[in-house]
Every structure is written in structure tokens, then in C-alpha cells.
């Protein structure tokens, strides 16, 4: 039903639903006739909204790691690219299908919906993380009152386990980050899509995709969540090819670990 739709030219921004009793995925003038569940209208046959990530133009490019995939997207504005579509996009430009009926997306919305959870319950770092990644860590904090000796304890947690090309996101109750691990020289870094209020040496200002010192936006989410009251979860994963593997595309991309 949806294996011949044309993803690939879905207006970026469009909103996407999915009927939950045939699984069919709609936008646009394929919307006329079905009601949507909000203010003033009672629940109709088709679900929540799902925000779906722009097309990568670059998705035909080998790539072998993942941190090497989404460097690729350097100085891409927010408006055009926010974290979640970072990963995503950094993915598809490994060979790996994130749309349709098979694809990585296609598998976390199944999911949510299997749990009874909203269509886009899974569509975040950690979901992406927890379908496709190995060695997963969490730390978290559930009440933070030294920024400092939390810093502390985060780095002192994850050194030993970080590796270029894994997926780490940050959540509080109240909003979420996600981006992928690098590293320059000695320091490890983070790129990902956002405000780089700490960029590496000569790197991009501004709001957009860029690349920052890991440690200082681990400080900046440990402050966030001091300052909001709240728990913190840091979640990083390495991607792990076996579980890729259900979906690899037929491109020439072939994914490497580097853990």
C-alpha cells in the first residue's frame, strides 16, 4: 500500500499521518476525506502527526561511520535541519532507508503503535538508539544541585565507553537533544544541529549543524536541568551493523563500526 509512494518528493514540513486501521501513510491532497483528531474535531481515522526529516540530498554518498556521514552536513541552517533529522540524514548517507515500507522510521512508528504509545513516540535520539544501537549506556541524574560534580560524574562514565560515530542524546521531562560523537586531536566533540554556543576551534557560530566540545554541552544540559528542576538522561549507543543490516539499502554505502 505505501511501497510505490513517492516519499522522496514529500515538501519538507509537510505533515505526515497514518491511518491506523489500514497502516496507510497520507499527506497532502491524499488527506481529503479523513478527519484528524484535535480541538473542535472529534478522533477520525487518522492518527497523530508524524514529523518526518527532509530527504537527504546526499544520501548517495559512501560513507563509512556515522560521524563522518553527518560532518558532511556542516553549516546546514536549523530551519532546514534540526538534530533528529541530522542523525537521520547521516544515516540514509550510509546506505541505511529510514522511509518507506521497510524503512528505519516505517519500524519505530510500528513499534510505538504495537506499545500503544502516540506515532511518534520513537522518533527521537534514544529511540533511534535503543532500535539500532549496541553497548548502550544511560546515565542519569534524577536531581542535580552541583553542575560541577555532575559534570564530573558523566565524563567519568561515559570516557571509557566513547567512540567516534555513536549516537548520544540528552533528555529532561521537558525537551531532548541528539547528535553524534566525534573527535578532534584529543578532545571529543559532538555533532549535531543547534545553537553552537561552544564550537570547536574555527567552527561554524550560529544556529545550525556544527560541531561542539562534548564536555561543554554536557555542561550545558547538566545547567539546563539544574536550573528547570529536573532529571537528566544521557543516552549513547554505537550503531550496530547487524542491526542495520534489516535496513541496509542497495547503494554502494557500506557501514563500519569503529567501537
Not at 505526515?16 to 488527506?31: A, H, N
Not at 477520525?44 to 518526518?52: E, L
Not at 518507506?100 to 513499534?111: I, S
Not at 536541568?225 to 542491526?243: K, Q, V
Amino acid at each position: 500500500m505505501n511501497a510505490d509512494k513517492p516519499f522522496t518528493r514529500i515538501p519538507e514540513g509537510e505533515a505526515i499521518f497514518m491511518d491506523p486501521d489500514t497502516r496507510e501513510v497520507l499527506w497532502g491532497k491524499d488527506m481529503a476525506g479523513h478527519t484528524v483528531a484535535g480541538p473542535g474535531n472529534p478522533p477520525g481515522p487518522v492518527q497523530t502527526a508524524v514529523s518526518m526529516p527532509p530527504v537527504s540530498s546526499e544520501r548517495a554518498l559512501p560513507a563509512t561511520s556515522l560521524d563522518t556521514a553527518a560532518a558532511r552536513f556542516m553549516g546546514r541552517a536549523y530551519e532546514r535541519m534540526n538534530c533528529y533529522e541530522l542523525v537521520v540524514a547521516g544515516l540514509e548517507t550510509m546506505g541505511i532507508e529510514y522511509r518507506g515500507q521497510n524503512g528505519l522510521g516505517r519500524y519505530l512508528v510500528d513499534r510505538a503503535l504495537n506499545d500503544g504509545k502516540a506515532l511518534n513516540h520513537l522518533l527521537t535520539g534514544e529511540g533511534v538508539t535503543r532500535a539500532i544501537g549496541r553497548d548502550l549506556h544511560v546515565t542519569t541524574f534524577s536531581g542535580i544541585t552541583h553542575v560541577d560534580g555532575a559534570v564530573d560524574k558523566a565524563m567519568k562514565e561515559l570516557s571509557d565507553k566513547l567512540a567516534p560515530g555513536q549516537i548520544l542524546s540528552f533528555s529532561t521531562p521537558r525537551r531532548g537533544h541528539t547528535g553524534i560523537v566525534s573527535r578532534k586531536g584529543d578532545a571529543w566533540t559532538f555533532i549535531n544541529s543547534g545553537v553552537m554556543d561552544n564550537p570547536v576551534a574555527g567552527g561554524i557560530r550560529g544556529k545550525a549543524v556544527g560541531e561542539e566540545h562534548l564536555v561543554a554541552e554536557i555542561r550545558n544540559w547538566v545547567a539546563r536541568a539544574r536550573s528547570e528542576g529536573a532529571g537528566l538522561h544521557i543516552t549513547l549507543g554505537t550503531p550496530d551493523p547487524a542491526r542495520l543490516a534489516r535496513f541496509q539499502g542497495g547503494g554502494d554505502s557500506q557501514f563500519s563500526s569503529r567501537a
